[in-house]
């Protein structure tokens, strides 16, 4: 899969959105640098992608600076490049959650990974960051989301996942685009990419309590306004596509 060049967009103070748009599948992918003492990058997409990254990175800084590496859920797009990172970075280090650092981490990593209990806070100077394990969303046992206080960012990996290429960042409500991406997925090969469980509607009105400024999506446009509304919005949205799946699935 070929990605094109780089977009590289501030989305929020010295936060900086790094998109590489893979025509072939209308889909585009989003890994995030925050420039700051200890700088942070958030995702960081396929091993192929790495000259891509590394040019998109160098605009804004030299990759060897960086000092923290994190993600949401072990996957090739998460993640698939970090040992190439952690050998460009010799500072560089991965910080996850207890359960993605003792199950995949401890063997993946060239490096051992730093783990976050629920109450740490990751400070890279200026910026403080949570990092909450959010279970089977948007899938996979050790996934979770960051949050970074000052900005109210938060990076929500697969959450409000949208095709195509659009802009950087809106502010016009995202939960159309996400509602038919969930839906035509729903049609196809990929149904219940993201699970419809039990806890999902409460960790997403958990993550609404956040009233994030900044919702930094993987897969489309962040989006940039009211946070809480659009993830209580989502939940709905979720409900309404998957939650009916969901339940004939475990119909007896």
């Not at 839906?183 to 994030?212: C, D, M, S, W």
């Amino acid at each position: 899969m070929q990605g094109n060049p780089p977009r590289v967009t501030e989305i929020a103070p010295d936060i900086f959105q790094i998109s590489i748009f893979a025509p072939e599948i209308n889909l585009q992918f989003n890994a995030f640098l925050v420039r700051d003492d200890e700088p942070l990058l958030f995702h960081t997409l396929f091993r192929r992608w790495v000259p891509l990254m590394r040019e998109g990175i160098a605009r804004l800084l030299d990759p060897a600076r960086l000092r923290w590496i994190s993600f949401s859920h072990f996957e090739m797009d998460e993640c698939g490049a970090l040992n190439e990172w952690l050998a460009e970075a010799p500072r560089a280090e991965a910080a996850h959650n207890f359960v993605g650092v003792n199950v995949n981490l401890h063997d993946y990593s060239s490096r051992p990974a730093r783990v976050l209990m629920p109450e740490d806070r990751l400070v890279t100077g200026k910026y403080c960051f949570r990092y909450i394990h959010t279970p089977q969303l948007p899938h996979g046992w050790d996934a979770g989301v960051m949050f970074e206080e000052k900005t109210r960012t938060l990076f929500c990996s697969d959450l409000f996942h949208h095709g195509g290429d659009p802009e950087p960042i809106t502010e016009q409500d995202v939960l159309g685009r996400v509602r038919a991406e969930l839906t035509a997925y729903q049609a196809g090969p990929l149904a219940n990419y993201v699970p419809f469980t039990q806890h999902t509607e409460r960790i997403l009105h958990g993550l609404a309590e956040l009233k994030p400024r900044t919702i930094a999506a993987q897969h489309g446009s962040a989006y940039a306004g009211d946070g809480e509304r659009a993830l209580r919005g989502l939940a709905q949205v979720m409900r309404e596509v998957l939650g009916k799946a969901a339940s004939v699935t475990s119909a007896p």
